[in-house]
């Protein structure tokens, strides 16, 4: 059965500073997808990154990167350069190939401190 | 563009009162699905649907029930509600590979 577990219910960072967002997943799937979700006050589920369990390269977009460590069954989320509105929460989730469920973890408070 | 959509946005219901929450994507999507977030918890999923005229049960589907009589529309019924249904509904949806696109949500209230 896939997990998802996120360790750090909250963080507080200074402005400009770099945050790692931790996960950890399991499955016994080889095939699957693993996401990141920003979810600001405002409470819209926001779309950041992906990365595929064969992708060789750990996934970018922006200021935002995906340190991914399949040995470890990692896939942290690394944020440079934060800024006021990174302010939200963030979910890390996975999805098997062939399942249709998404699975969240429990998510991470993160507050920039200007 | 508008994507997904979700009405109602905010809803009280008393013990026993049944609603249904409509879900409408204009994005030609197939699969479409109905999640549901408490605090301190992830997003769970209740049903989910695979085309027009599918459905299939989730991680949490006890209390609710779904149709997808359109491809565009999702619906998600609460036949009796109950107090441990106050939580806040997230619907998405998706084309094929990994893109999910979610509603701003609907935040529902059982007193």
């Known amino acids: 059965a896939q997990k998802i577990t996120q360790t750090q219910p909250g963080m507080f960072v200074q402005e400009k500073e770099a945050v790692t967002l931790d996960c950890t997943y399991d499955t016994s799937d080889p095939s699957y997808g693993l996401f990141w979700y920003k979810q600001p006050s405002s409470g819209e589920m926001i779309f950041l990154i992906y990365?595929?369990?064969?992708?060789?390269q750990n996934a970018t977009e922006g200021r935002y990167s995906l340190n991914f460590q399949k040995a470890r069954k990692s896939a942290n989320l690394v944020i440079s350069a934060s800024q006021l509105g990174d302010s939200a929460m963030y979910f890390c989730?996975?999805?098997?190939?062939?399942?249709?469920?998404?699975?969240f973890g429990t998510g991470t408070r993160l507050t920039i401190i200007p | 563009n508008a994507g997904v959509t979700q009405t109602p946005k905010f809803r009280v219901l008393k013990t026993g009162q049944s609603m249904t929450l409509l879900c409408a994507q204009d994005?030609?999507?197939?699969?479409m699905y109905w999640y549901r977030q408490d605090p301190g918890m992830g997003l769970r999923l209740i049903h989910y649907s695979v085309g027009e005229g599918t459905t299939a049960k989730g991680e949490v589907p006890d209390g609710y029930n779904v149709s997808r009589l359109k491809k565009q529309n999702f619906l998600l019924g609460l036949e009796s509600a109950a107090p441990s249904q106050t939580s806040v509904y997230f619907c998405?949806?998706?084309?094929?590979?990994?893109?999910?696109?979610f509603g701003s949500g609907t935040r529902l209230t059982v007193v």
């Open positions: 989730a996975m999805r098997e190939v062939g399942n249709e469920k998404l699975t």
């Open positions: 990365q595929g369990s064969y992708d060789q």
């Open positions: 994005m030609n999507h197939e699969y």
């Open positions: 998405a949806s998706r084309y094929s590979g990994y893109g999910y696109t």
